[in-house]
Nanobody, 121 residues
Framework: QVQLVESGGGLVQPGGSLRLSCAVS????????MGWYRQAPGKMRDLVAA???????NYADSVKGRFTISRDNAKNTVYLQMNSLKPEDTAVYYC???????????????WGKGTLVTVSS
């Protein structure tokens, strides 16, 4: 069974910074794309940033220049450095990974349970 566990959320003032982490554990063969999504109250879950196993990245327009996604393949961990935070960044942030497991040729998407980020003064 594959698990994703996020950490690093919390309350921060506008203009502040937070760093989210997401560790993948369990029976894993390969990890492909990893990403961060967020869901604000009453809104759909949207992509924030994603990174491939080779390090290519893409970002939502709303976070370009402020957020940076990175990964440590040796630790099966993805990070999201969030700077210049705004109140509209308030949301539950979810980690996502595309993985394969031993004995299976099918890649599956796995989600974490989310971590709350609140940007408020």
């Amino acid at each position: 069974q594959v698990q994703l566990v996020e950490s690093g959320g919390g309350l921060v003032q506008p203009g502040g910074s937070l760093r989210l982490s997401c560790a993948v554990s369990g029976s894993i063969f390969s990890i492909f794309t990893m990403g961060w999504y967020r869901q604000a109250p009453g809104k759909m879950r949207d992509l924030v940033a994603a990174i491939t196993s080779g390090g290519s990245t893409n970002y939502a327009d709303s976070v370009k220049g402020r957020f940076t996604i990175s990964r440590d393949n040796a630790k099966n961990t993805v990070y999201l450095q969030m700077n210049s935070l705004k109140p509209e960044d308030t949301a539950v942030y979810y980690c996502n990974a595309l993985v394969t497991t031993p004995g299976s040729t099918n890649a599956i998407y796995v989600w974490g349970k989310g971590t709350l980020v609140t940007v408020s003064s």
